[in-house]
Every structure is written in structure tokens, then in C-alpha cells.
């Protein structure tokens, strides 16, 4: 059985998505945020030049920060969009290997597995996502009170891997670990009664 299309946009909600993600009204308009936007908008016009000058100049800008953080993670996932994956895993490398802790180094991980995935790389993708397992949740932001967990996304993953394989236990093993959360109760309701009926079907 397939997971669900509005259940997977749920799971999934936090990768490879939030580059085109607009600007919450409330943040005020810092030189970071001003920078971000750019990259936004050279993002959501599929410019890529654009996109690579701004993302240039927030790395030469905010290196070290948060900021440039970010602009790495949407960019690699600008970068993965367009089959340009070896300039994707690298930034997601960096990423991954920087030692900070934010949302942005939480997700470089999942952006791994995609990549693997996307190259048809299974055994890299596999080992990405079970790494995943072990990542520390981070803060989504001052406006959500759920942490981004990346075992939360990498469970689902590696469940849907092994039921489409035929390898009912080990799908059984990571759909019942999967622990979905969400500040929209019925959205996780959705979730947690799709878990169950995947689980069920193995």
C-alpha cells in the first residue's frame, strides 16, 4: 500500500520544500532576511543564476550563521531539483559536517538520502536515513512549538522502503517507531490512524 499523498506532504512538509516557502509576515526585514529573499525569489522563478549569485554573496555575507545556513540548505535543494547532485552533496556535506545545531544541519541527512535516492544509490540512501535516526531534534522556529525531529521523517522512509521490498518486519519495525507529531491535531490523527493501517496491511 501506498502512503497517502496528504499524509506523505505532512511527513515530509520540512524537506526539500522550504526554499519556496514565503517570508512569515511578522519577521522583520534584517539584511539577512532582505539576502534570503533574493534567493527565494531567484528560487521560485527557476533562475538559476540568480540563485547562484545569491546564494554566493549570503555565503560571503553571514559565513558561519544560521543565515548562511540556511541559504545551503536551499540552494542544495534547488541544486537536487535540477539533477545537479554532486554540487547538492556537497553542500549538504558541509552542512552535515559543520557541527552546528540548527534546522538547516538537522535536515542535511534527509537531503543526503534524497540525493542517493534520486541517483539510485538504495545502499547510500538507507544508511543516510538510519543516521538519521540518531540526529538531535532542533527548533523549527520562534513561531512553532514542535522541534523538527529527523528520526520522525527518516521512520516513515525507511518503513515505505521495506514494505515496497516485500520485508514486512523490518517495514512492521520502523512504522512502529514512528511517532508522528504536529501542532494540528488532526493532522496527526491523520497520520498516527494512516501508521496503524500501515502497520495492520504488513
Known amino acids: 500500500m501506498k502512503m497517502l499523498p496528504a499524509v506523505r506532504a505532512l511527513v515530509l512538509t520540512n524537506v526539500l520544500t522550504v526554499a519556496v516557502l514565503p517570508l512569515a509576515a511578522e519577521q522583520p526585514l534584517t539584511p539577512a532576511r532582505q539576502a534570503l529573499d533574493r534567493l527565494h525569489t531567484a528560487i521560485r522563478q527557476a ?4 540563485a547562484q549569485q545569491a546564494y554566493a554573496q549570503l555565503g560571503k555575507d553571514f ?13 542544495a535543494c534547488f541544486l537536487t531539483k535540477r539533477g545537479q547532485f ?7 556535506v558541509s552542512l552535515r559536517q559543520s557541527g552546528r545545531e540548527n534546522l538547516w544541519v538537522s535536515q542535511a541527512l534527509l537531503g543526503l538520502a534524497d540525493v542517493a ?9 538507507l544508511a543516510y536515513l538510519e543516521e538519521a535516526l540518531q540526529a538531535k531534534p532542533a527548533p523549527k522556529g520562534r513561531n512553532c512549538l514542535v522541534p523538527f525531529d529527523p528520526a ?20 512492521i519495525h520502523y512504522f512502529s517507531r514512528w511517532k508522528p507529531r504536529s501542532f494540528c491535531g488532526t493532522c496527526m490523527q491523520l497520520m498516527e490512524r494512516e501508521r496503524d493501517q500501515e502497520i495492520a496491511l504488513c
Open 47 to 50: 533562475d538559476a543564476q540568480a
Open 63 to 75: 559565513a558561519g550563521t544560521d543565515t548562511a545556513d540556511e541559504a545551503s540548505w536551499e540552494y
Open 86 to 92: 554532486d554540487q547538492a552533496q556537497q553542500l549538504l
Open 117 to 125: 535516492q534520486r541517483r539510485g544509490d538504495e545502499k547510500a540512501m
Open 152 to 171: 520522525q521523517v527518516a521512520l516513515p522512509r525507511l518503513a515505505e522502503y521495506y514494505r515496497d521490498k516485500g520485508d514486512y518486519r523490518k517495514a
